[in-house]
């Protein structure tokens, strides 16, 4: 008896270590797909965050990339700025200059002309006066004549005198303002002269 109450003792322990085994190999098999669900995951996120790093990566070098062209260009911009301001300066500099030189030129030629104008000015009343003191000379020794002879030697001198007098007033009238003309322009030739140097 013994063997048959051992009998079932061993199926028994037959079906309790299959069933033993049975829920044993459920529960591993039951461990493995939790930890593969639960590594699934990590290796989702591990494998987009190494995506993502490659994209982060790829990212910042394009970014650093476009930074070096963009300090490139800014870099060229600010020389070409200062290239430009500095020709500006000098640009204006050299007009500020020469406007100033033209200026101080024309005032000296404008004295010079005011001047010229005053010497043109006194021929022009010298003539004026000398014409007066002609006529009235001729017209007194018209009225002192007593004959024919005398009205035509008065009226005669009297011509003589007033052409004379214009001549010679013309004369100096022509002669004042060529120097004026030629005081003015050698001014303005000098300030020439000074430039192309």
């Known amino acids: 008896m013994k063997s048959a109450s051992n009998e079932p003792k061993a199926a028994l322990d037959a079906s309790q270590a299959g069933g033993e085994a049975a829920p044993n190999s459920k529960k591993a098999t039951s461990s493995a797909t939790s ?3 639960a590594d699934s995951p990590e290796k989702t996120l591990q494998q987009a965050a190494n995506t993502m790093g ?3 990566d790829r990212l910042a070098d394009a970014v650093g990339e476009n930074a070096g062209v963009v300090r490139k260009t800014v870099g060229q911009l600010t020389a070409t700025t200062s290239q430009m301001s500095a020709m500006q300066d000098r640009a204006f500099k050299d007009v500020a200059g020469r406007t100033q030189e033209n200026l101080g ?6 004295v010079k002309l005011a001047d010229g104008l005053q010497s043109v000015m006194r021929e022009w009343a010298d003539y004026t006066r000398n014409s007066m003191q002609c006529n009235i000379d001729g017209m007194n020794s018209i009225l002192r004549a007593r ?3 005398d009205l035509l030697a008065a009226q005669k001198d009297l011509l003589k005198a007033e052409v ?13 303002t060529a120097k004026v003309a030629e005081e003015a322009s050698k001014i303005i030739g000098d300030q020439n002269e000074v430039k192309n140097r």
């Open 147 to 149: 004959s024919p002879q």
């Open 105 to 110: 030129t024309m005032m000296k030629a404008g």
């Open 164 to 176: 004379t007098v214009m001549l010679t007033s013309s004369v100096r009238i022509a002669e004042a």
């Open 35 to 37: 930890r593969k669900a």
């Open 54 to 56: 490659g994209s982060a």
